[in-house]
């Protein structure tokens, strides 16, 4: 599987960005998507999730601002992050795994990464 992340960029604190993954090389409708980021300095750390059901999870720094969906059709995930904050800046990455089993929250419970997305947001 292959992961092409996009949309990243600068913006000022209480804009929008909407990040998108591409996925290539096997069938995407049966897998587990996510989105991490890591601040210099910082763990990598799960934003949210999307299960093959549908089902998501969002960390609770991001809820109520950041929504994840899936487009099967176009084998591509999205993150539309409202409301950005400072605390927001870091490198976005997509991820994906074909197991179902576990939190999926986790970096480790992933197989395929993309390459990374920088998001700055400017107070």
């Known amino acids: 599987v292959q992961l092409q992340a996009s949309g990243g960029g600068l913006v000022e604190a209480g804009g929008s960005l909407r990040l998108s993954c591409a996925a290539s090389?096997?069938?995407?409708?049966?897998?587990?998507m996510a989105w991490f980021r890591q601040a210099p300095g910082k763990e990598r750390e799960i934003v949210a999730g999307?299960?093959?059901?549908?089902?998501?999870t969002y960390a609770d720094s991001v809820k109520g601002r950041f929504t994840i969906s899936r487009d099967n059709a176009k084998n591509t995930v999205y993150l539309q992050m409202n409301s950005l904050k400072p605390e927001d800046t870091a490198v976005y990455y997509c991820?994906?795994?074909?197991?179902?089993?576990?939190?999926?929250?986790?970096?480790?419970?992933?197989?395929?990464w993309g390459q990374g997305t920088q998001v700055t947001v400017s107070s």
């Open positions: 999307i299960r093959w059901s549908g089902i998501t």
């Open positions: 090389g096997r069938t995407f409708s049966s897998s587990a």
């Open positions: 991820a994906a795994t074909f197991s179902g089993i576990g939190q999926l929250i986790y970096p480790y419970e992933y197989g395929y």
